[in-house]
């Protein structure tokens, strides 16, 4: 167990600067999540902590000691795969303590960690065979037990679920979320999946082109994005981005918009937006922030009511989506099934902006910070 | 039902069929005469020789060829028939094919997977390597080979056959580990195992394939060398190929056409066998020498 | 102390990296130095010294009295390099068109669903295992002016039938050709065979919904696409045939007078049995020169395309 401190880490491929300076540290213990658009750098950023790649610039710490130059089995870190890179000439059993033979723990201990593993993960039955006779659920877990082997410091998970079936991440997220709290240690987790991100992390990392452009708890890059990126990356569907006008109403700042009708929508933080009267901004408002008239809602301070035209609608079971078009942007509204409505209908929407942000048009950084 | 009509194969397919079969088979016979008459050839007498024509069939089995070709034929100088090379060949052949199959599987595996500053660009030198024409390296390599002293000697011969065997053998175990997946040694190095180690336990255990193409492919250029052998051989460590060349070219008495053949499958059989026994791998090394070459 | 506090104080901290790395960041390194060596000394080292000696009066021995491109006019007025050159023309184009149209035909027809495609295939590619001292030997005896394919076709009743290439300076050439198509063009094939394995199959199902026929299908889809492998068989047998040495040894030794040189045994010739080492590196330089001619533009796409996967 250990904590990981990444000072200013910069990595060059000949010019090309894939990281561009990245600041995290990490307690021990914690589940950090990375999360990015593919190509962006988070298995550069992986490999660098792991030691396979040389890192540029900058600085790598683990435990307080600086192993920017160590050799990656010096680190004492274990890696998950998105490949699983099982060793396909050894068994499942050779697999796991390959690692442990390495590092010259007897035959015995070795014998025994491979079936606490084995246990562990339930994979006793396949300990003798090859990685190609196993399904990819259970390569999966076979990749875990030979990092769980060898009880490292430290977890780097690079896309592990990725591989696997829907019902099959649902599965094995739920079983690494158990694995975290029972054993505690602390864990690096690319991955994609926004609901794995959620549920996973005890902080997030939202990166972009080599830079961390949030670092953070799930709800605060929820509720409280850095920039427009982050607002657009985090949530599915994603935040609705709709241009407005920043008016005064009673003598307060608010944003008018246009849907059906003129509408005007008060704003929590009105003296952020009290610099850029009569400018358009970026709403930033998600799906479940409009919804069908909701007689409980009635009359709160930032809800109001607005007509919009139906352009699709998405049934997605629990809820159904209702696309319209605002100012000419694409908005999702997430509304109950029941509240049926066909495409080119004009309904009633209730607008809560409790939760609402706003960006500059131009440089999609957050205004009301 | 609607397809009994499809089915129905027209007249014009089935003889458009039968000369496709009649053109394969033509050509396939074409492929194989030039083995045929050598094969009755070496199996008459000079007189049947004389008298019949190529493919005219052998009175009967006649060894006495083969005899002389393998321990009494004229090479050259000496009379002792072409056993000598033959085993010249397989002094030759054995060292050089296994080691630049090792030194060509280990530079493949650095080059795919522990590349260092400029590791690409050596690969691309030692690509264009395998291309050119051998005439511009021959004079300064028989004045290297005589500095080392290893002139006309066997040893002299297997450094050559290794060194420029090597750029090949590189190119096959390069496009091979190009496949294997990189994490496989990054979880190796994790695993706390080192570059000896990776390669001996991971690495090589799944290279079986690559190693028999690499084999075979040497060991047939290596064996089929003439330009080698008859520029940096000495007389008594000349492969079989300048051998039987020379014996084919030795005019001493009347020509024994019988002896030529028959020396000229014994010269040919090792590889021959090769090809007949592992067919499959000796295809993959020339299609994997080319396409990707 | 300046970089003690640089350090510190701008927070912008860097380790250092250890001056002496352990043997392990060595050992890439040094496994490939043998390979480094030898391609250097023994590839690019001995063309650079050919070149030198290409451009001295070198004869029995090398020296290094440097005579300007005297070797290279010395070779192109010499009668006997000009006519090897002619021959590699000759040789060469033929063999690579015939080589060419042969594989390609026998790739498609074997492409057919054929019973017992394995072993026909066999059969077509088994020369290529073989010397080419095997294969010159063999098809002296073939060809023989007397007792050759001559003989058989009088004895099947052709009676004018003559075929004496193998003694005529206007022919021999030919025969050169035959010998090496014989032992070359089934690797064509395979060549060609496995890339007709390897199109895909849904194109071509795509084609014949499209109302394509056989001819058309293979003329206008599948052809086209194997123009990579074209390209190789191409570069491969130039290769061949510019490299070509053993075949002319074994077939007809330059003979009759030297009517059948290729500038590979030119260059031997002279360089070893002649003592004319500055005339013989002169023209491995020429040769070389036309490798590269055909390698370059090969060796340049073939990086191009690589980039792109
Ligand atoms: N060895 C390398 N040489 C050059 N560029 C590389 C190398 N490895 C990765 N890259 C580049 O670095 C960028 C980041 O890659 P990566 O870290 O794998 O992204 P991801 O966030 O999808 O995991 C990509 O644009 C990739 O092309
Ligand atoms: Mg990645």
Redesign the pocket.
Known sequence: MANLVIENVKKR??Q?E?LKGINISIETGEFLILV????????????SIAGL?EVSDGRIMIDGQDVTFASPKDRDIAMVFQSYALYPNMTVAENISFGLEMRKVPKEEREKEVSRVADMLQIGHLLKRKPAQLSGGQRQRVAMGRALARRPKMYLF?EPLSNLDAKLRVEMRTEIKKLHQKLGTTIVY?THDQIEAMTLADRIAV?KD?EVQQLGTPQEIYDDPANLFVAGFMGSPAMNFIPAQVVEQNGVCALSLKTQSNVVLPFPKPDALSGHLGQTVLLGLRPEMITEPQPHKEGLEFVVKADIEVEVTEPMGADTMIVTRIENAEVNCRSNPAYSAQPGDTIAMMFDTSKAVVFDCETEERLDK | MSNIAKRQTSTLDKVLRVALYVTLLAMAFVYLAPFIVMLLTSLKDVEEIRTGTLLSLPASLDFYAWGKAWSGACTGGTCEGIAPYFLNSFQIVIPAVLISTIVGALNGYVISHW?FRGSNFFFAALLLGCFIPFQVILLPMAKTLGWLGVANTTSGLVFVHVVYGVAFTTLFFRNFYQAVPAELVKAARLDGAGFFTIFYRIILPISTPIIVVTIIWQFTQIWNDFLFGVAFSGFDTQPVTVALNNLVNTSFGGKEYNVDMAAAIIAALPTLLVYVLAGKYFVRGLTAGAVKG | MTTKSANSGSGMTQSRRPARLSLADWMPKLVMAPTVITTIVCIYGYMIWTAVLSFTNSRMLPTYKFVGTAQYERLFENDRWLVALSNLGVFGGLFILICLFLGVMLAIFLDQKIRAEGAIRTIYLYPMAISFIVTGTAWKWLLNPTNGIEKMMIEFGFEDFKFNWLSDPDMVVYCLVIAAVWQASGFVMALFLAGLRGVDGEMIKAAQLDGAGIFTTYRRIILPSLKPVFFSALVILSHIAIKSFDLVASLTNGGPGYSSDLPANFMYTHAFNRSQMGLGSASAMVMLGCVLAILIPYLYSELRGERHE
């Open positions: 491929y000949g090309n894939i990015g658009p593919s190509g962006c750098g988070k298995s550069t950023l992986m490999n790649e690079d690319v990166m080599g | 590349k």
